[in-house]
């Protein structure tokens, strides 16, 4: 009997939290964010102003895109975040389920200093780009010779055993890097194969590593001169004191859009409105530049020339890079993780 | 009447925190799989279906998969057992501050994170790392070597953690033993192997069991390990399932993994139970 009295005094404790939990949740957003070095400049540029300038509280949840959109899927009777950036291409599955709210134009007081490309499917629930990171090649600017110039040079001989590749199943960046390899080697978003085919000649001189630390770790030890990945990772190991470089290859560099998404039925629209148009505004598009070069999405930023020589600037630049269509990954992704998965298995 | 009752009610009393969890946070998860297994994709109606284990079966690459999961646990075991059950008896025959350093030193790897200590292993195993660097030294092989990304480089790093709960055991029933039927046995004539073979170890057959079933349970469902050590190109059958989660999101297919993993376990667990009792008798 008095188990049963406290289990019910328990679910009556409970029940109070999550009641209370709901009433302080007009002046609370969750959002989450990548960790590491990105979420502290994230904090600094977004998070912590929007917290002084409007008096709330922003709960960050530490979450890559991948395990965010599983995360939303599961709670979808009952969201928990309000407010969700992806990298790479997920936000458009997340729209399609329905995960995620439309925004109109006239809701966001920065729209108009966005690039087209980068608030096009905001009205589809696809959530403004409040950057981009670009995906080329990276490389040991000491061992690797001669430097490479197109995405096929990854099967130079000259940089046999030594060629770093990222798992096309678990990392976005991977996958974009895959199917623009895949796009190089005349595949097409419908067929894959000739890229598997040319990663498949390459998996016994290459290593295939699926987190970013293993990358830096991999250029640190001098087993990866050259590997497919993002802009801004570059800079990363750059800073980390690694003589490292990035190019955009000559059959061009890949868009991976990074957006900043409403998740529908939460109850504080207005207040995660407010939180995206924040992330979009000028000073947070330059203060990405400027700390960990990604390319800014808002067209009243202006660069410094050594910064701008490190990232996409403007729009003639960024007209240029190769972007995948978003719903054909949307709708192929589980296909292509099988083949892929498949494809470099032992 | 009143004492029957109390005879009744004080085990279930006890028992019942234990009981609550245990529904929560296993039977019911796991009937919530095993009906999400079973299930088609809501597009389809969400009916009834066998689709999910169908495609299990009519596919070589996750048979290697769960094939490569089975073969390294059992080759993780058997190394456990190997170095645990000579482990546990040098410890339970040695003075107390011996044992005590040894027990520290066993279970000093289970007080690390496991991400630490799997980065650490990246960094001992890697190219360019500690054991690369020796065999280089030792002129053994000519160019930079690495356990990363091999089968052998998981066995050693799982090893490593699962150690203590095969050696702990062990331990446990050789203590209860006491050195004295082994004194008995050495006066009557035994070598020190003979000893070891006729007295020792068939008295700590339980421990052994027990111990081995832990560490079994404990790889063949790990996932941190294998997916940093081993890589991409090795997956076991925990990292596919998560996987299909948080990548693919067929929800479907990864309980009916986490379905046949869980019954591929109890086959294999239930006899070596039955077996290992009917050994004691």
Excluded at chain 1, 279 to 306: C, D, F
Excluded at chain 2, 163 to 169: G, M, R
Excluded at chain 2, 173 to 191: I, K, Y
Aim: hydrophobic share 45%; aromatic share 10%; charged share 15%.
């Amino acid at each position: 009997m008095t188990i049963l009295k406290r289990i019910t005094s328990f679910t009556a404790l409970a029940a109070v939290l999550t009641f209370s939990g709901s009433a302080l949740a007009e002046d609370t957003l969750v959002i989450n964010s990548f960790g590491g070095s990105y979420e502290k400049t994230h904090r600094k540029l977004v998070i912590e102003p929007f917290e002084k300038k409007y008096n709330v509280t922003v709960k960050v949840i530490t979450a890559y895109s991948s395990d965010t959109l599983a995360q939303l899927r599961a709670q979808k009777e009952n969201p928990q975040f309000d407010v969700v950036h992806f990298s790479g291409g997920l936000e458009t599955i997340a729209a399609t389920d329905g995960l995620l709210a439309p925004i109109k134009p006239s809701e966001l007081e920065n729209y108009d200093q966005m690039y087209p490309f980068s608030v096009a499917g905001i009205e589809k629930g696809i959530g403004p780009m409040y950057k981009t990171a670009v995906i080329g090649l990276l490389y040991n600017t000491e061992k690797a010779n001669p430097a490479p110039k197109s995405w096929k040079d990854i099967a130079n001989p000259a940089y046999a055993n030594h060629v770093l590749m990222t798992d096309a199943a678990s990392n976005t960046y991977g996958m974009l890097g895959m199917l623009m390899i895949n796009k190089v080697n005349g595949g097409t978003l419908d067929d894959i194969t000739p890229g598997l085919d040319f990663i498949k000649g390459l998996l016994d001189t290459s290593t295939i590593v699926s987190k970013s630390p293993e990358i830096q770790q991999n250029f640190a030890q001098g087993n990866a001169w050259v590997a497919p990945y993002a802009q801004d990772y570059a800079s990363t190991l750059i800073k980390a004191g690694l003589p490292v470089k990035f190019i955009q290859p000559e059959e061009g560099g890949v868009l991976a859009p990074i957006t900043v998404n409403l998740v529908a039925g939460r109850p504080n629209r207005d207040l995660a409105l407010k939180f995206i148009d924040f992330s979009i505004r000028a000073e947070a598009s330059k203060g990405w530049a400027e700390a960990l070069r990604y390319s800014p999405t808002n067209k009243t930023v202006e660069l410094s020339p050594e910064i701008a020589a490190e990232v996409v600037y403007g729009e003639e630049q960024a007209g240029k890079l190769v972007s995948f269509d978003a719903n054909k990954i949307g709708a192929n992704r589980p296909g292509w993780n099988e083949a892929w998965s498949r494809a470099i298995s032992k | 009447m009143k004492q029957a009752s109390s005879r009744l009610g004080e085990p279930a009393a006890l028992i019942t925190p234990g009981l609550i969890f245990l529904v929560l946070a296993f039977f019911f998860p796991a009937l919530n799989m095993l009906s999400l297994s079973v299930i088609g994709p809501a597009a389809d109606g969400g009916g009834f279906t066998l689709e999910h284990y169908a495609k299990f079966f009519t596919d070589d690459y996750y048979a290697g998969v769960a094939l490569r999961t089975f073969r390294l646990s059992i080759i993780i075991t058997v190394t456990c057992v190997l170095i645990g059950f000579p482990l546990a008896l040098i410890m339970s025959r040695s003075p107390g501050w011996v044992r005590s350093v040894l027990i520290m030193l066993v279970i000093l790897p289970l007080m690390t994170s496991v991400v630490i200590r799997t980065f650490g292993w990246l960094v001992i195993l890697g190219p360019g790392g500690l054991i690369s660097w020796v065999l280089e030294t030792a002129g053994l092989v000519g160019n930079q070597i690495s356990l990363m990304h091999t089968e052998s480089g998981i066995v050693i790093a799982m090893v490593q953690v699962l150690l203590p709960f095969q050696v702990l055991t062990v331990l446990g029933s050789l203590n209860r033993v006491g050195p004295e039927l082994e004194e008995a046995s050495r006066v009557m004539g035994a070598g020190f192997f003979q000893t070891i073979r006729l007295v020792s170890l068939p008295l700590s057959i339980p421990g052994i069991v027990s111990g081995s079933l832990l560490v079994f349970a404990l790889s063949i469902s790990s996932f941190i390990t294998p997916s940093l050590v081993g890589g991409v190109r090795l997956p076991v059958m925990a990292g596919s399932i998560y996987q299909q989660v948080t990548g693919s999101f067929d929800w479907g297919f990864a309980a009916a993994l986490s379905v046949l993993l869980l019954g591929a376990t109890l086959v294999l667990v239930i006899p070596y139970l039955f077996v290992s009792r009917s050994g004691r008798r």
